[in-house]
């Protein structure tokens, strides 16, 4: 009786702390992972880190292009492949190795993929194109030019309950949001600054809804290097209330870090990047672990599982 017991407490403690073997895929460096349920499966939908060449790059990072990975179980990963590269953007420059954080969504059997690079035209540090595709997997077609009213880093979007979509961006002292047209395409209203979030560097929104509570999460730096923080409110563009950290700072030397939260069979689950394999900020690879909600709607604390 009493081994019984024990082996129903290993498997419980499987099954609530082993979701995933960290990192997700050893292949390659991936970052920024953005994971979402489509087709039941899931997805995600991380950027690239290579080792930089001389003079390439921002910031240390050197970031070409994107796949895309699908898993039913958290452990076997399916690398679909290259889904878009900096040769294919039109209005990018084809070597700026500048394709930081994406994001993708689906809308009406469409899926819509959004992706920073640097322009061509010089009219800021990064600015922010779409994609399309009847799939996850692509093919994608690229629109020809960059979306228009906006620059900035880290797209993000959200579909609410009443079928409006949102985009966020941006890294700095300030983070934006604004409507999106039906077509996901263009701007529908003027970007706004999400309000009420606390100073200091910020990037990386990801914003989700839950039990009618709007989740605007955020890696944010106020002490260095960056935690995974939060903030809520009743609506998309807020104004939010911000609410603290739900996954502590690294300190072994790693600056960034960069998130999605998502829904899978019932658990809810925090994609994230960390330097696991490489030892190095610039060469990151993406995990997942569980994320927990209080009874009042906050997020427990998630404490990394790391190789
Ligand atoms: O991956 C490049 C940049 O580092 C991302 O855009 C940021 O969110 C940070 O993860």
Known sequence: KKLGLSLLTIILFAANFAIADNPLVRHMYTADPTA???NGKLFVFPSTDIKCEEGKGNNGFCMPNY????????????????????ADVKWGV???FGMWAPDCIEKEGKYYYYFPDMPKDTTAFRRIGVA???????PYTLENDYMKGLDGIDPNVFIDTDGQAYLYWGGGEKLYGAKLKANMKELASEPVVI??????????????ERNGIYYFTFPHSPHGTEELAYATGDNPLGPFEYQGFFMKRWTNGCWTNHHSI???K????????HKDISNNEHLRSMCADNLNFNEDGSIQEVIPTLR
């Not at 979030?197 to 990386?204: D, I, M, N, T, V």
């Open 36 to 38: 979402r349920v489509m």
């Open 67 to 86: 796949h895309v990975f699908s898993s039913e179980n958290l452990f076997d990963w399916t690398d679909h492949g290259v889904i878009i590269d900096q």
């Open 94 to 96: 084809f070597d700026g």
């Open 132 to 138: 399309v595709a009847d799939n996850p997997e692509g």
């Open 195 to 208: 309000n009420d979030l606390p100073s200091k560097y910020k990037e990386g929104s990801f914003v989700f």
């Open 262 to 264: 998502v829904e899978y």
């Open 266 to 273: 019932g658990q809810w689950m925090v994609f994230y990047h």
